[in-house]
């Protein structure tokens, strides 16, 4: 429903999304207080109940060496899910970034599989800022909507993996290379601490940046965001290519901790990556969350694979999970703002 | 945008009165010159395209797409999009199949499918219309869902060992014509009469032009709603027995992807994403167009996984001409 012109009213929301400035309609507050508190505390009960059940169902769930798993299995859900967090702050959505993963690692694995380390890497983040680029073009200038230029993106980007593996499986890669996905600092894995470097680059980007302030400021209301003079379709641009660009690094790790590409590498990370975000509390209709709880979500979404492997429950059960909690999550977010926007 | 939109109005949109060829030029969905383009383009390439057996080939194959895509475009024209379609196909299928090889009688079989097809269809629309989600997450979460029970059913294998009589889905003929392609007729029949004869139809349209106006002009607007998408569940279903008796076996995850052919068939068919405008004519050429397209990528020798990406960039090119056309 998109109005011609701003009204003074319009204006609250996007100061209620950016940070450091208080929110000026008292309505408004209230909503996104209470949505605050219910994403909180749901979302800190549903970790530590994950956590206390598990440790009672399972010898092996807290041990050192599992605890220390699941946080790997959540960066690299983290790393691809951060990206689409960006666009789903926009009020966009990036349905192709477990497609985009795949073909960038199948077409930097070609180059690292003959140790060319420093080019592979540059394919697989090339491919994936083109794909985000691509994608960026669509929404922000063709006014498409994102869900279905980014679902295209899907089958194209999935479908070039295809023609270009022709079914082969590329493996064994430089152990230089295989750091970033396998190796150890100390007691911990790599991965988790690229998790925790992306992690502090993107929360310092959306809350100390022109381009977050944009970000929350095109989610909470795009029209008021371009009248007051944002450059709206450049920004946007900017944030699928960087969906893209994480995408295809993320793709990086994956086949950097499994030592091997093949076509399907990022086929069933779909439903995960936006599990994660929307585990997180961002708010699929834009201009409220961020990448913090995007790695809580990650982290819980973990938890729960983990549980259900411990638990020896079938893996074919794991889509039908992981879409329920996608489903009831956004389902209670939504009762939750409801509700506090009624009882004004 | 005064009243609500029907399916003349992008004619209407282009106004002018002596440029009728041009209007009429620009009122013809891409699906019409992409299949006249590919028939003529295939018929001289090919030896193989233009005989009977080739094109029933065709007709058959693109029998379970129009299915599926007659109810995406009535999901489509509400604004919406139903991406658990194939999954939901899937698993219509397998508890089909399941069933009959199970020993119970085929009605009950064909009764648990349709089912399973409108319940998938009643979850979605409940969470679409009444809970306001974005129907793209709530229709991804179901496909997860739909997809994970069709696999947990069958342990990821295939359900075969159908009885003979499932196969008339496929190979039966009636009159000379063969049963998937009467099925096709008469869902469109149904449907179309459904679209442009009834009260729902007319509030289908009314949905997608301007879902608030609907809602205060005191339509029942969410049940409506809710109806598209357990009538796009429940072609599902049936398309679901035409491919189970194509393969003679069920397959859990047959259809995965079927859902973007039906999105494809649609949109090159004319329908856009907003504002309620298209019409299931053109989603049939529409299918007719991919169907033909994945023949002739066949005939010419390139396989399923040139398919994807060669389908997926004609789609992407068709909207964004759509979107090309809209903004001009």
Do not use: K
């Not at chain 2, 609500?4 to 282009?14: D, G, K, N, Q, T």
């Not at chain 2, 001289?44 to 797409?65: D, E, S, Y």
């Not at chain 2, 020993?103 to 079989?109: A, Q, R």
Request: charged share 10%; proline share 4%; hydrophobic share 55%.
């Amino acid at each position: 429903m998109s109005r011609g012109l701003a009204r003074p009213e319009d204006f609250p929301r996007v100061a209620r999304a950016t940070p450091g400035v208080t929110p000026a309609g008292a309505a408004w507050a209230r909503v996104a207080l209470s949505r605050r508190f219910f994403v909180l505390t749901s979302r800190v009960a549903g970790l530590l109940l994950l956590a206390v059940l598990l440790s009672l169902a399972s010898p092996h769930f807290a041990t050192w060496q599992n605890l220390i798993n699941v946080l790997r299995q959540a960066s690299i859900q983290f790393l691809l899910s951060a990206g689409l967090t960006l666009c789903v702050l926009t009020g966009g959505i990036d349905l192709s970034v477990g497609a985009v993963l795949g073909l960038s690692a199948c077409l930097g694995a070609a180059l690292l599989a003959q140790g060319h380390v420093a080019a592979g890497i540059l394919a697989a983040l090339l491919v994936g800022t083109a794909c985000g680029l691509a994608n960026g073009t669509v929404v922000a200038y063709l006014r498409l909507p994102a869900f279905i230029a980014t679902y295209g993106t899907l089958w194209i980007a999935h479908g070039l993996a295809y023609v270009f593996m022709q079914g082969e499986v590329i493996h064994g890669f430089p152990p230089a290379f295989r750091f970033i996905g396998a190796g150890f600092v100390g007691p911990v894995p790599v991965p988790i601490l690229v998790m925790l470097a992306v992690l502090g680059g993107l929360h310092v980007l959306l809350h100390r940046t022109p381009l977050g302030r944009a970000i929350y400021a095109i989610g909470g209301n795009a029209t008021a965001a371009r009248l007051s003079g944002m450059p709206v379709q450049r920004r946007l641009v900017a944030v699928y290519a960087l969906s893209g660009l994480l995408a295809g690094f993320a793709g990086l790790v994956v086949i950097a901790r499994v030592n091997a590409a093949d076509a399907g590498t990022g086929e069933d990370l779909l439903l995960g990556s936006i599990a994660a975000v929307v585990l997180g509390g961002t708010s699929l209709f834009g201009g409220y969350g961020g990448v913090a709880g995007t790695a809580v979500g990650a982290i819980i979404l973990a938890l729960v694979v983990n549980g259900m492997n411990l638990l020896d429950i079938q893996t074919f059960w794991q889509p039908f999970v992981v879409g329920s909690i996608v489903i009831v999550t956004v389902l209670a977010d939504q009762l939750a703002s409801a509700g506090a926007g009624r009882s004004t | 945008m005064t009243g609500f939109p029907s399916s003349a109005a992008p004619a209407e949109r282009l106004g002018g009165s002596g440029w009728n060829l041009a209007r009429a030029a620009a009122a013809t969905p891409g699906a019409a010159y992409l299949l006249v383009g590919l028939g003529a383009l295939l018929s001289v390439w090919t030896p193989g395209f233009l005989t009977l057996t080739n094109l029933t080939h065709v007709g058959l194959q693109a029998a379970v797409l129009t299915i599926v895509a007659l109810g995406m475009t009535l999901i489509i024209l509400t604004e919406g999009i139903d991406l658990s379609l194939g999954s939901v196909l899937g698993l219509a299928g397998v508890v089909m199949g399941l069933l009959v090889v199970g020993g119970w009688p085929l009605p009950v079989g064909i009764a648990a499918a349709l089912g399973v097809g409108a319940g998938f269809g009643l979850v979605n629309g409940l969470l679409v219309a009444y809970a306001e989600l974005p129907p793209f997450v709530v229709t991804l979460g179901t496909f997860g869902m739909a997809q994970s029970l069709a696999m947990v059913l069958t342990h990821g294998d295939s359900v075969t060992g159908l009885r003979a009589s499932v196969r008339w889905f496929n190979e039966g003929i009636v009159l000379g014509v063969p049963v998937p392609i009467w099925a096709t007729a008469a869902l469109f029949a149904l449907t179309y009469v459904l679209l442009y004869q009834t009260r729902f139809g007319r509030y289908v349209f009314a949905i997608g032009g301007n879902r608030r106006a609907a809602l205060l002009a005191g339509i029942r607007v969410r049940s409506y709603q809710t109806g598209v998408y357990v009538y796009g569940g429940l072609l599902a279903a049936v398309a679901a027995f035409i491919m189970t008796a194509r393969m003679n076996a069920a397959h859990p995850t047959i259809a995965v992807g079927l859902e973007f052919d039906a999105i494809a068939a649609v949109v090159l068919g004319g329908t856009s994403f907003e504002r309620g405008r298209g019409g299931l004519v053109g989603t049939v050429v529409g299918a007719l167009a991919v169907g033909v397209l994945r023949n002739g990528l066949n005939l010419v020798g390139l396989g399923t996984e040139w398919q994807v990406a060669v389908v997926g960039i004609v789609i992407i090119g068709a909207i964004v001409l759509d979107a090309l056309r809209g903004l001009t």
